[in-house]
């Protein structure tokens, strides 16, 4: 099994025609939460038009945080494990503009197996 799927890291290499699809719908100019944690998006303002792929072990966070930057006027795009038993899915992802569920499952970054889970992109 890749690292990508254990609990070593919690972050997962948006595929490159997910990411690409959506951002020639909402032309992306941030991303607060690039592979690397180079930058604490938590803690920043974010961009007009921002991309979350957050790291999973912090998605209530995350999802507060995406909110509260779309009460800004911000479009604010996530892809997250459809996990819709969790308190951050119903405080925050039901109150999103749009959800839309990802048929099958995803292979992220260079992965030769699909996620052990959904996913969901949340559209505030």
Same mark, same amino acid.
């Given at each position: 099994?890749? /690292?990508?799927?254990? #609990?070593? =890291?919690?972050? &997962?290499? =948006?595929?490159? #025609?997910?990411?690409?699809?959506?951002?020639?719908? @909402?032309?992306? *100019?941030?991303?607060?939460?690039?592979?690397?944690?180079?930058?604490?998006? %938590? +803690?920043?303002?974010?961009?007009? #038009?921002?991309? /979350? *792929?957050?790291?999973?072990?912090?998605?209530?966070? &995350?999802?507060?945080?995406?909110?509260?930057?779309?009460?800004?006027?911000?479009? /604010? /795009?996530?892809?997250?494990? +459809?996990?819709?038993?969790?308190?951050? &899915?119903?405080?925050?992802?039901?109150?999103?503009?749009?959800?839309?569920?990802?048929?099958?499952? %995803?292979?992220?970054?260079?992965?030769? *197996? #699909?996620?052990? @889970?959904?996913?969901?992109? !949340? !559209?505030?």
């Amino acid at each position: 099994m890749s /690292v990508h799927f254990s #609990s070593l =890291t919690d972050e &997962w290499k =948006t595929p490159d #025609s997910i990411y690409k699809k959506l951002n020639a719908e @909402f032309n992306f *100019n941030f991303d607060p939460c690039p592979l690397g944690g180079e930058i604490d998006g %938590l +803690s920043i303002e974010w961009g007009k #038009s921002t991309f /979350v *792929n957050p790291p999973y072990s912090k998605l209530k966070l &995350w999802c507060k945080k995406a909110y509260e930057e779309s009460l800004k006027r911000k479009i /604010v /795009v996530m892809l997250i494990p +459809s996990r819709t038993d969790t308190i951050a &899915w119903h405080e925050y992802c039901m109150k999103a503009k749009e959800i839309r569920f990802i048929k099958g499952r %995803l292979k992220f970054g260079d992965s030769k *197996n #699909s996620a052990p @889970f959904p996913s969901a992109i !949340i !559209i505030f």
